[in-house]
């Protein structure tokens, strides 16, 4: 079952501009990542919120939680060519169990030099 | 560094063939997982595992059985290829009780003819 839904689908900017991307999720979490996937490769994970946070940094991310409105959103600031990429957030089930995810469809960002 | 490694990059298989597509980490991680990653609806969780010989179904195990002997291995059989399996097939690990962090293979890009 899809418990993450990122908006926008893609997303297109010129380097240098910051890029937003949304994720929703529907059930209550112990936190939420979000993960990079370069096309055809693996994912590689970004960064990691907790419930209990509101904000995270890391570099050139900021990684904000609501979890009154079950949404997240990642900023990536100044972006760059290599940060074209495909994103995905992904969240804990719930019951704290074997560290499943579940993660979203994903936005697909291109970052233009 | 964590080092997740799948089989094949690439993989082309027909139809009615029994495939074995094998992850192995040298991370010493107990849980293991494989998603099929189909474009417009993200990863899905076909099945995982939390120990050796120990494993539980994902979202859509239908077609598909996993193999867990040793404890840095963990393989995905498909036990008669249909072309609706088609598709990019990802392992990743994690730590019990740690961080929920998920550590990706590069996958495997399977088509079925």
């Known amino acids: 079952s899809q418990q993450g839904e990122e908006d926008p689908q893609a997303l297109s900017i010129q380097e240098g501009e910051n890029a937003t991307m949304n994720c929703s999720y529907k059930t209550s979490i112990n936190n939420l990542q979000w993960y990079r996937q370069n096309s055809g490769r693996g994912l590689v994970h970004l960064i990691l919120i907790r419930s209990n946070e509101r904000e995270k940094h890391s570099g050139r991310l900021r990684v904000t939680l609501d979890t009154s409105k079950k949404s997240s959103s990642l900023l990536i600031t100044a972006s760059r060519a290599a940060d074209t990429a495909s994103y995905f957030c992904?969240?804990?089930?719930?019951?704290?169990?074997?560290?499943?995810?579940?993660f979203g469809a994903g936005t697909r960002l291109a970052v233009h030099p | 560094d964590v080092k997740v490694t799948q089989s094949s990059r690439y993989l082309v298989k027909r139809t009615g063939e029994k495939v074995f597509l094998e992850c192995v980490q040298d991370?010493?991680?107990?849980?293991m997982f494989w998603y099929r990653q189909d474009p417009g609806l993200g990863l899905r969780l076909i099945y995982f595992s939390y120990d050796v010989k120990m494993k539980e179904k994902g979202d859509i195990p239908e077609g598909y059985s996993v193999s867990r002997e040793k404890k840095e291995r963990f393989s995905l059989i498909l036990e008669s290829a249909s072309t609706n399996q088609t598709s990019m097939y990802l392992c990743a690990t994690n730590n019990r009780g740690s961080s929920y962090e998920q550590y990706f293979g590069p996958g495997t890009r399977l088509t079925v003819t």
């Open positions: 991370m010493d991680h107990e849980n």
């Open positions: 992904a969240t804990d089930d719930g019951t704290g169990g074997y560290n499943k995810l579940i």
